[in-house]
């Protein structure tokens, strides 16, 4: 049965792939969801992208020629893989990917706050309702729940820009958006479809940022009609 890896966003549990993942099933394939160090597998260190994709490259051990989905920071981590490591994998699929460098107004405020909590320390852990306050004011929810590590491990990530590698993913590749995202917009789609060369692009309108939870049906009928035309 032929495989299809799963690399989840910044999540702490995959209920939200449930259904996206028994229609994978149904169609005679085997979906298997990569456990990601700090978030749904527990981990004590501070991780780097390029620790990601040496930890991707060890759970795909002797894999060859692999389906990759990467969601979200999932998409960031699979990016950064497919360049790096582009015979471990026959196919690459996009779900509202990380990876590209934001410099709106909201994330130069999460980066803002980010940079503050870090350097007031336990003055501001100490204030659980300025603590709040700032975390609001980010939209930091994921920063707000993530351990110290994995607050540092948010930060180192959220700096890289793999704009400039994107013409250097060579495999067939697949990009699904919604087009409501509002934590990866859809011009980051858009920018990864015209430098990704050869790559298709699907934008679900109704959708925001977890089209594979809000329209399972249609994300997975993509995705499995993408697989095969390559034979699968």
Known sequence: MQKIFIIHGWTYTTRAWDEFMDKVKSAG???????????????????????????????????????????????????????????KLKQLVLIDSAGIYQRGWLIRTKRAVFGAVARLGKKITSSQILRKIMYALAGAKDYKNASVEMRQTMKNLILVDLRAHLPNISMPTLIIWGARDKATPLSDGKLMHEKIKGSEFFVIDEAGHSPQLTHAGLVSKKILNFVKKDGF
């Open 29 to 87: 394939y085997e979906p298997v969801m990569l456990h990601v160090p700090g978030l749904t597998e527990a981990t004590d260190k501070v991780w780097t992208l390029h620790d990601y994709v040496e930890w991707l490259k060890e759970k795909l051990g002797q894999e060859q020629e692999a389906i990759l989905i990467g969601h979200s920071n999932g998409g960031r981590i699979a990016l950064a893989f497919a360049e790096k490591y582009p015979a």
